[in-house]
């Protein structure tokens, strides 16, 4: 495994309690970052946090909510700069067609995964304004690129996922604050449990290289991201689909 240079950062990983967002808190922490898991689940957090060390830190956040998600970001903020900022939780919100899902299962889908993004970037973007230096990288999904059946409402808050990281890096172009996102095929994560087989298949039958994206995977590309060594791209789309992406 090459080190990434993140010696001394901090960060903090949403989602982070398992899946893609323990395996970005396992690489930053090894590549010499300090990490705060933000997620909703209190006992995964300390299960976590347990198996990560004393670099790492966690904090029971509702990110739909923008008391709770101003709230922890004071209290981050209050310990040192964040320089680092990976947006990765989401759900799935199950399956089914467009006409079929029910408008609050949409509602929700959306909001964890496109409102979320947003209130955790609004509350830490002054902070890392004014320290002139700070990395955003959101996990958004080639669903949001492609759209897939029977996950309109998945398909869409990735989409909108992509369209908030252009606009948000085009405002904060000159800044020292870079935002970017990925488009990563599906991994097999808990979040497979929230899926019906029938559309596993299908979303590994879409994929050339024959298999799911590993975290570890997943999570190399976004410490890079979130490096200096990432210094000229910003507003951009980075894929890791195994081929699938055609653009």
Request: proline letters at 3%.
């Amino acid at each position: 495994m090459n080190r990434i240079d993140l010696e001394g950062r901090r960060a903090i990983v949403t989602g982070g309690a398992r899946g893609i967002g323990l395996a970005t808190a396992e690489r930053m922490i090894a590549s010499g970052a300090s990490v705060i898991l933000w997620d909703m689940d209190g006992a995964a957090i300390e299960e976590a946090v347990a198996k990560l060390g004393d670099k790492a830190s966690g904090a029971v956040v509702e990110l739909t909510d923008e008391t709770s998600v101003d709230k922890a970001a004071k209290d981050a903020t209050a310990g040192g700069t964040v320089d680092i900022l990976v947006n990765n939780a989401g759900i799935t919100g199950g399956n089914g067609k467009t006409w079929e899902l029910e408008p609050a299962i949409w509602r929700k889908t959306v909001e964890v995964n496109l409102i979320g993004p947003y209130l955790t970037s609004r509350a830490l973007v002054p902070a890392m304004k004014s320290a002139g230096y700070g990395r955003i990288v959101n996990v958004a999904s080639i669903a949001g690129k492609e759209g897939n059946p029977n996950a309109s409402h998945y398909s869409a808050s990735k989409a909108g996922l992509i369209g908030l990281t252009k606009s948000l890096g085009k405002e904060l172009a000159g800044s020292g604050v870079l935002v970017n996102c990925i488009t990563p095929a599906a991994a097999r994560t808990a979040i497979f449990d929230q899926m019906s087989q029938e559309h596993i298949d299908f979303m590994l039958s879409k994929i050339p290289l024959n298999r799911f994206v590993e975290p570890k995977e997943v999570a190399a590309m976004i410490a890079w991201l979130s490096s200096e060594e990432c210094s000229f791209a910003t507003g951009a789309v980075f894929d890791i689909s195994g081929g699938r992406a055609v653009y």
